[in-house]
Each structure stands twice: as C-alpha cells, then as structure tokens.
Antibody, heavy 116, light 113 residues
Framework: QGQLEQSGAEVKKPGASVTVSCKASGYTFTDYHMHWVRQAPGQGLEWIGWIYPKTGATYYAPKFQGRVTLTRETSLSTAYMELTSLTSDDTAMYYCTKETWHFGLWGRGTRVTVSS | DIVVTQSPDSLAVSLGERATINCKSS????????????LAWYQKKPGQPPKLLIYWASTRESGVPDRFIASGSETDFTLTITSLQAEDVAVYYCQQYCNLPRSFGQGTKVEIK
C-alpha cells in the first residue's frame, strides 16, 4: 500500500504562491496517478487534479486550471502541487492521494492558511 | 462533468440503529471497459485524512467493519451503517471515478441521536 508524507503547514499572504510536497514510499511511485484534494474549513472534499509520475502528464479541474501546477521528481518519489494567486478562499487542508482507481492511500494533509 | 449529490446533508441516529445515506450521480458511472461501477465511499473524521470504505460501489475495503454495506445502480447508490457505533460519527462522502474531472458529493454528517 505504501505511505505518503506531506510537507508542513504554510501561512501565505494573499497573492502569494504555495508549494506542497508529497513524498511516496513503499510502492513504485511512477506506476500510479497522484491526485490532490482539498478541504476548506467547514466545507466538503474538492478534487484539484492529478499527475501521472511516469510521464508527467497532468489533468486539472477546470476551477483550478491556470492557477495550479502539478509536478514530480521521480528520483525523490515526490509529487508537488503549486497554487498561485492565493486568496482567503484557498485556506484549506490539502491532501495528496494515490490512485488505484479509487483513493486508498492518503497523506495526512498540509494546512495552508492565507491571511494578510 | 458528473455531478454527485448526496442526501440527506445530515442525520442523527440512535446507537445500534440503522443509518442510510444516498448518493446520486448525474450520469451513469458504469465504465464500459471495466464493466464496473466507478463509485467509492469515504469516511472523514476531524483531523484525519479521508478513509476509503467502499469501492466499485459495493466492495468493502479490507478492515472495514461489515456493518458498512453499500449498493446501487448506475446512478443511484446507498451506504448503510446497519448498527451505528459511536466511532462511526463522521462525515461520509461518495465519489465518482468514472470520468474526469473526479467529483465528490457534498458530504453527509452522521451524528448520534
């Protein structure tokens, strides 16, 4: 099954960018799509997009297109999510999750707070 | 895009009683290449990541208690907790993984009456 270790909490000002990392272990990183999901305070789960580490192919939810970039470093078995032009609406817990069709393995989440 | 809608938004059930959550997708989630229904259920507790309970609409994840039962057609699905336990207090989400973009229902909060 494996493990996903995410980077620590971030506090950013409006208009800034944030990068969250997700280090995979216990499985072959390049064989499975990595998805990103967020949950704002008091809100539901929101799908952001995925990256296929083997090729670097990506797909983004329309809401985040143009503002999110998913990348990976295969030598480090690590996926990254960069979100730009942050607003208070981006304050949320961000999760990476490994796809085996469904999402059976999740990171513990990275809290991103956007505040002036 | 497939829109996934859950009902009710919340429910309160006595310990040991049945809790039923509904999930409806705007399109069929039956995938012709797999011949499976691409729908999953997750349990979300505060401070924890989501936990996969059910996949392929009705297959229980390893280690999930058998009081969690799920079923459904191509567009209408149900998650039933047959005998609610205190540790089942959580928000439950259904999610389709048939099409991109992936989508979650809005969640159903389950509490103890």
């Amino acid at each position: 099954q494996g493990q996903l270790e995410q980077s620590g909490a971030e506090v950013k000002k409006p208009g800034a960018s944030v990068t969250v990392s997700c280090k995979a272990s216990g499985y072959t990183f390049t064989d499975y799509h990595m998805h990103w999901v967020r949950q704002a305070p008091g809100q539901g789960l929101e799908w952001i997009g995925w990256i296929y580490p083997k090729t670097g192919a990506t797909y983004y939810a329309p809401k985040f297109q143009g503002r999110v970039t998913l990348t990976r470093e295969t030598s480090l078995s690590t996926a990254y999510m960069e979100l730009t032009s942050l607003t208070s609406d981006d304050t949320a817990m961000y999760y990476c999750t490994k796809e085996t069709w469904h999402f059976g393995l999740w990171g513990r989440g990275t809290r991103v707070t956007v505040s002036s | 895009d497939i829109v996934v809608t859950q009902s009710p938004d919340s429910l309160a059930v006595s310990l040991g009683e049945r809790a039923t959550i509904n999930c409806k997708s705007s399109q069929s989630v039956l995938n012709s290449s797999t011949n499976k229904k691409h729908l999953a259920w997750y349990q979300k507790k505060p401070g924890q990541p989501p936990k996969l309970l059910i996949y392929w609409a009705s297959t229980r994840e390893s280690g999930v208690p058998d009081r969690f039962i799920a079923s459904g057609s191509e567009t209408d699905f149900t998650l039933t907790i047959t005998s609610l336990q205190a540790e089942d207090v959580a928000v439950y989400y259904c999610q389709q993984y048939c099409n991109l973009p992936r989508s979650f229902g809005q969640g159903t909060k389950v509490e103890i009456k």
